[in-house]
């Protein structure tokens, strides 16, 4: 397909979805910028992921089964874990989220800018980085 081609589809999707009335939530862009096996901790990683939500994204509810490092680099972030306190984080704040933690609230608290942070994951070796949970 040309580029050409990709703008023209491209258009078109937006244009429907504004005309139909109805505005499709964006998902968040998740990019793994690295993973490190820990020599002095056998069977276990650290995970650097990249995480971008577009205005208005949010997760799902979900979990990580592993020790998870939030830093926020751009726009803002609301995140909250179940029996925790709901937080909005900007840039230079950071969060944590415990093997144990339900991720219940993680959106952007803009629905006209992008935000993006940075998340560190300390995990089982070849473990998901998100695992979805009700």
């Not at 023209?8 to 998902?27: D, H, I, P, Y």
């Not at 020790?67 to 909250?80: C, H, K, P, T």
Request: glycine fraction near 8%; proline fraction near 7%.
């Amino acid at each position: 397909m040309s580029s050409q081609s990709v703008i023209l589809l491209t258009s078109v999707l937006t244009l429907s979805c504004f005309t139909s009335g109805a505005l499709v939530a964006q998902e968040a862009e998740v990019t793994q910028l690295m993973s490190k096996d820990l020599t002095n901790s056998p069977g276990r990683e650290v995970t650097m992921i990249n995480v971008e939500y577009p205005p208005g994204a949010a997760d799902p509810i979900h979990r990580h089964n592993a020790q998870a490092f939030v830093y926020v680099l751009e726009g803002s972030v609301i995140m909250q874990v179940k029996g925790g306190k709901q937080v909005t984080l900007t840039p230079g704040q950071t969060f944590y989220e415990g093997p144990d933690d339900v991720h219940v609230v993680g959106r952007n608290a803009s629905s006209t800018k992008p935000a993006k942070f940075i998340v560190f994951l300390v995990k089982d070796k070849g473990a998901p980085v998100l695992i979805p949970t009700k």
